[in-house]
């Protein structure tokens, strides 16, 4: 009964160079929400998705970060280019459907560390 | 304006007490639904409970309850007897229907003292 997993947990780039995070969903959901987590502070929604849709993402910065959820396969956090100020933890939540009463199911996350 | 409040950054408390964590939010709408997670050191995030907009009782989940006082605006947790193991960041959260995401404190970090 496999919860939801991300991977890497802990990555580490250099400035300049590429992240891939990748997130696969509970089983049965089908709705895939990104937060991330800055040293010290709470969690920021990013982007929400459903399967090959992206459905709301006002918390993305507008340069370098893009997502998807494919109809096969994990869903992917890209982020190009990175700076120092992406160094954070970022989660993947998961629910069955839009999560209006029921919880978010969270991954461990994924630690980007940007040298 | 800041969706959820925690003002508590850092609380102690003595094993086998009670101890409160305060959340106030703001939202506008009439249905909302109010959680609690924890963080451990490992960095997960674990669900502990929930609270309807609607329901009429305080939720409770084992030793975890949730303190709702709808006009106030505030949900805080209470965690009785505490455990070392509760050592934790813990973190209020809304939702809103009309939106898409869950909205976080900035937590509310716990330290349980033996």
């Known amino acids: 009964n496999a919860g939801v997993m991300q991977n890497p947990r802990h990555l580490v780039r250099r400035r300049g160079q590429e992240a891939r995070l990748r997130c696969s969903p509970m089983?049965?959901?089908?709705?895939v929400y990104w937060y991330r987590q800055l040293p010290e502070e709470g969690l920021k929604f990013m982007v929400y998705l459903q399967k090959e849709n992206i459905i709301d993402e006002s918390g993305m910065p507008k340069e370098r970060f893009s997502a998807e959820f494919p109809k096969e396969g994990p869903s992917i956090l890209r982020i190009q280019q990175v700076v120092r100020g992406d160094s954070a933890a970022y989660f993947c939540a998961s629910s069955p459907g839009q999560a209006s009463t029921g919880e978010l199911f969270f991954g461990e996350g994924s630690r980007l560390t940007v040298l | 304006a800041q969706k959820i409040t925690q003002t508590q950054p850092g609380m102690f408390v003595q094993e086998k007490e009670a101890v409160t964590l305060d959340c106030t939010y703001d939202?506008?709408?009439?249905?909302?639904?109010l959680f609690w997670y924890k963080q451990p050191s490992s960095g997960e995030m674990i669900f502990l409970i929930y609270?309807?907009?609607?329901?009429?009782q305080n939720a409770t989940e084992g030793r975890y309850s949730l303190n709702f006082q709808k006009a106030r605006k505030s949900a805080n947790l209470v965690i009785s007897a505490s455990q070392l193991g509760d050592s934790a960041m813990y973190f209020c959260?809304?939702?809103?229907?009309?939106?898409?995401?869950?909205?976080f404190g900035t937590g509310t970090s716990l330290t349980v003292i033996p």
């Open positions: 609270q309807g907009s609607y329901d009429q």
């Open positions: 939202t506008s709408d009439p249905s909302y639904g």
């Open positions: 089983k049965g959901h089908s709705h």
């Open positions: 959260a809304m939702r809103e229907p009309t939106g898409n995401q869950f909205y």
